[in-house]
C-alpha cells in the first residue's frame, strides 16, 4: 500500500507558497495513496509562537486543508500534538542521530543566523520529523526543495535503524513535483516566499481578499526586460511569477509562455491576479463555514484517534526493537 504523510507548519497565516508546495499536491496525491495529512504544531514550537496565534493558526490550517479539497473520508487529518507516539519517537529517533548530522542542516543554519540563542529543539527538529514520518511507514512524502535535505536524514535514519535494531521502517521516497516546488518571495526572487517574512508584500495569503491579492501581485518585482519568458537564470522574478501561474491554473509552462509572448507584464500581472483570485475565492467561502464549526472539530478529533490507532503498532516494534520492556 501506498502511504503518503506531509503537513503545514501552523508557524504564522498560510500564503501561497505552502499552497503551491504543499496543499496544492494534497487535493490530487489523496487520489492515490492512502493520506495522513497532520498539523505540524510540534515543529511550530521551536521558534517562539504567541500562545493565542498557534492555537488559531492550527485550526486554520486543518480547515484549509479541507477548504481546498482535501477529503476527510479519504485522508486522516490530524494536529500532531494529539498523537503523543510522535513526541516518543522524537526522542528515540534523537538517539540514533548523530550531532555533526544535524549541524549539516541549512534550515538549521539559516534559521539560528544572527540570532543571540535558539531552542535546542530547532536544532533536533530533523529527528521529530523523521518520527513524524516513519511513525506511519509512509512511503512517500511529497517535499518542497527545502525539504530535500531533511527527507534525505530521514532514510538515513530509517535504515540506520533497521540494520541496527531490526527491520522496522519503511524507507519513504521524496515526491518533488517541478512545479511550485519553490516559489518565492513577491519582494525578492532570491529568497523562499515564506510565512515569517515581516514584509507582508512579500506573499498573498490564502485569506487575502481579492483586492489585496491584485495589489500585491501588481507590486511584484520583475525586471527591465518586459518580455515574459521562462528562465529562471536570467529573469527569476518573471519566473516565479510564471511558476504561480501554472501552480494557479493549471495550464503549462509553454502555454503561458505562448500566450504572453511579446505582451509586457502589465497584462501578464493583471491576469495572473484574476487566476489566483478565482481559485482563492471559493477556498476561502469553504473556510469560513468551516472554521469554527463542530464538523472541523469533529474531522479532528476521529483523526486523531485514527493516526494514534497507525501509529501505535510501529512505536511498539521501534521500542521492542530497542529492547524496551512492553507488555
Ligand atoms: N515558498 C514555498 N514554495 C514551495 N513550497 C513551499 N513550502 C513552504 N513554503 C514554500 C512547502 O510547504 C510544506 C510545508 O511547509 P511548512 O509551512 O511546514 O514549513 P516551511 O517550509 O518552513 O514554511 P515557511 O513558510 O518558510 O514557514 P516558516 O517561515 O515558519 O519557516 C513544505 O514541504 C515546504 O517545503
Known amino acids: 500500500m501506498k502511504r503518503v504523510l506531509s503537513g503545514i507548519k501552523p508557524s504564522g497565516e498560510l500564503n501561497i507558497g505552502g499552497y503551491g508546495g504543499a496543499l496544492h499536491q494534497f487535493i490530487t496525491i489523496q487520489h492515490d ?68 548530522e544535524l549541524s549539516r542542516m541549512t534550515q538549521f543554519k539559516e534559521k539560528s543566523e544572527g540570532k543571540d540563542s535558539v531552542s535546542s529543539a530547532l536544532f533536533t ?49 521524496p515526491i518533488i513535483q517541478s512545479i511550485g516546488s519553490r516559489i518565492m518571495g513577491l519582494d525578492d526572487p532570491t529568497k523562499k516566499m515564506s510565512k515569517s517574512n515581516p514584509n507582508r508584500n512579500s506573499y498573498v495569503l490564502l485569506l487575502d481578499s481579492p483586492d489585496d491579492i491584485r495589489k500585491k501581485l501588481s507590486k511584484a518585482v520583475t525586471d527591465s526586460d518586459m518580455n515574459v519568458r521562462y528562465d529562471w537564470d536570467n ?39 484574476e487566476v489566483v483570485v478565482n481559485k482563492l475565492v471559493p477556498i476561502q467561502e469553504r473556510y469560513r463555514e468551516i472554521i469554527d464549526s463542530d464538523e472541523l472539530i469533529r474531522i479532528l478529533k476521529e483523526g486523531a484517534v485514527k493516526a494514534a490507532e497507525a501509529a501505535h503498532s510501529t512505536l511498539l516494534r521501534a521500542k521492542m526493537a530497542m529492547g524496551f520492556v512492553t507488555f
Open 235 to 273: 529573469k527569476p522574478a518573471v519566473s516565479n511569477l510564471i511558476e504561480i501561474y501554472a501552480v494557479f491554473s493549471g495550464d503549462s509552462i509553454a502555454t503561458i509562455g505562448r500566450r504572453y509572448e511579446g505582451q509586457g507584464y502589465g497584462t501578464f500581472k493583471k491576469d495572473l491576479a
Open 125 to 173: 527538529y530533523p529527528a521529530l520529523m523523521a518520527a513524524d514520518i516513519l511513525l506511519y511507514q509512509a512511503t512517500h512524502v511529497p517535499v518542497g526543495e527545502d525539504q530535500k535535505q531533511h527527507l534525505e536524514m530521514t532514510r538515513d535514519l530509517a535504515m540506520r535503524f533497521n540494520s541496527r535494531f531490526e527491520p522496522t521502517f519503511t524507507v519513504p521516497e
Open 33 to 100: 495513496f492512502e493520506c495522513f495529512f497532520f498539523v505540524p504544531d510540534l515543529h511550530a514550537v521551536t521558534v517562539p509562537q504567541d500562545p493565542k496565534e498557534l492555537f488559531q493558526r492550527s485550526k486554520e490550517i486543518a480547515a484549509f486543508y479541507i477548504a481546498a479539497g482535501v477529503d476527510p473520508n479519504k485522508a486522516t487529518i490530524f494536529i500532531q500534538s494529539h498523537v503523543p507516539a510522535h513526541v516518543e519517537l522524537g526522542w528515540i529517533m534523537e538517539t540514533q542521530t548523530h550531532f555533526g
